[in-house]
């Protein structure tokens, strides 16, 4: 028996990396367990008996919690082994697991700076976002949160997240120049959804131009992960960012031009990174 304890919501990035990896493994037979972030559901006892970490999502197979976003998305794919998103070869897979790594260690920080200091700060009141402090554990976690939201566009942790994002989707788009479809291949993998759920926090607040004006080869591939119907999907959770008058759409719209800035000030100070596999 599967369970899944995820939020249902158009930026739950690590849910909807999981969502999207049972979607393309053709997996149906899941029992739902809906949180609610705001609700503080992640802190009740029950989940943190699960979750001490209060981290969603959770998966429980056969009574067995499994953790962590990217690790629940590898043991899914091992459970259907027929419909692989993995390679066959091992310095494919461990190429693979490289990709997965930056997105856990980079993008996953990245893309949670730039929503906490857009539609977090601009909707939900501080003295809120100060009660649920309180119960955060992770030291590191914490300070990047309040940074964005008491510091705004000046946190070092906006330009680090910036910077992040050049410098990822320059090595996407070096290793896209060769015309291969995915970044792995031929074949659609755990990359893809590792990656997709990030990305699309970027395009619902408007800024994804900003990284992807100049690199043709990313937009090819990025308009080839949309298209596919575990990303579709996603576009059916509450909170898209369906025209301009949007929560993400407004906050990105205010910060845009600054992120831009900070663009062009990280590419001066930083050197340009090339990619070989």
């Not at 809906?34 to 559901?41: E, F, P, S, T």
């Given at each position: 028996?599967?369970?899944l304890?995820?939020?249902?919501?158009a930026?739950?990035?690590?849910?909807?990396?999981?969502l999207m990896?049972?979607?393309?493994?053709?997996?149906?037979e899941?029992?739902p367990?809906?949180?609610?972030?705001?609700?503080?559901?992640?802190?009740k006892?029950?989940y943190?008996?699960?979750?001490?970490?209060?981290?969603?999502?959770?998966?429980?197979?056969?009574?067995?919690?499994?953790?962590?976003?990217?690790?629940?998305?590898?043991?899914?794919?091992?459970?259907?082994?027929?419909?692989?998103?993995?390679?066959?070869?091992?310095?494919?897979?461990?190429?693979?697991?490289?990709?997965?790594?930056?997105?856990?260690e980079s993008?996953?920080?990245?893309?949670?700076?730039?929503?906490?200091?857009?539609?977090?700060?601009?909707?939900?009141?501080?003295?809120k976002?100060?009660?649920?402090?309180?119960?955060?554990?992770?030291?590191e976690?914490?300070?990047?949160?309040?940074?964005?939201?008491?510091?705004?566009?000046?946190?070092?942790?906006?330009?680090?997240?910036v910077?992040?994002?050049?410098r990822?989707f320059?090595?996407?788009?070096?290793?896209l120049s060769?015309?291969?479809?995915?970044?792995?291949?031929?074949?659609?993998?755990?990359?893809?959804?590792?990656?997709?759920?990030?990305?699309?926090?970027?395009?619902?607040?408007?800024l994804?131009?900003?990284?992807?004006?100049?690199?043709?080869?990313?937009?090819?591939?990025?308009?080839?992960?949309?298209?596919?119907?575990?990303?579709?999907?996603?576009?059916?959770?509450?909170?898209?960012?369906?025209?301009?008058?949007?929560?993400?759409?407004?906050?990105?719209?205010?910060?845009?031009s600054?992120?831009?800035?900070?663009?062009e000030?990280y590419?001066?100070?930083?050197?340009?990174?090339?990619?070989?596999?």
């Amino acid at each position: 028996m599967l369970e899944l304890y995820y939020l249902e919501e158009a930026d739950s990035i690590c849910s909807n990396r999981v969502l999207m990896t049972l979607s393309e493994k053709n997996i149906t037979e899941w029992t739902p367990r809906k949180l609610v972030l705001l609700n503080r559901d992640q802190f009740k006892e029950d989940y943190l008996k699960l979750n001490p970490k209060a981290q969603v999502p959770t998966l429980v197979h056969n009574g067995i919690p499994i953790r962590e976003s990217s690790i629940i998305c590898d043991y899914i794919d091992n459970l259907k082994p027929e419909i692989p998103l993995k390679p066959e070869d091992l310095a494919d897979i461990a190429h693979m697991r490289e990709w997965i790594k930056d997105s856990d260690e980079s993008g996953y920080q990245a893309t949670a700076s730039i929503n906490f200091v857009t539609k977090f700060r601009l909707e939900i009141p501080i003295k809120k976002m100060e009660e649920r402090w309180k119960k955060v554990t992770d030291i590191e976690r914490l300070h990047r949160q309040q940074s964005c939201v008491y510091e705004g566009l000046d946190s070092p942790y906006v330009l680090r997240a910036v910077g992040a994002w050049d410098r990822i989707f320059e090595k996407m788009d070096q290793i896209l120049s060769d015309g291969r479809p995915w970044i792995m291949g031929d074949q659609f993998t755990l990359v893809e959804t590792s990656f997709a759920p990030f990305i699309k926090v970027l395009e619902m607040l408007r800024l994804l131009d900003v990284w992807l004006e100049d690199r043709p080869n990313v937009n090819r591939w990025w308009k080839t992960v949309t298209s596919r119907s575990s990303y579709i999907k996603l576009e059916e959770y509450p909170g898209q960012s369906k025209d301009d008058s949007a929560p993400h759409a407004k906050a990105g719209a205010q910060v845009s031009s600054k992120v831009k800035e900070l663009l062009e000030n990280y590419r001066k100070i930083m050197p340009s990174v090339g990619y070989k596999k």
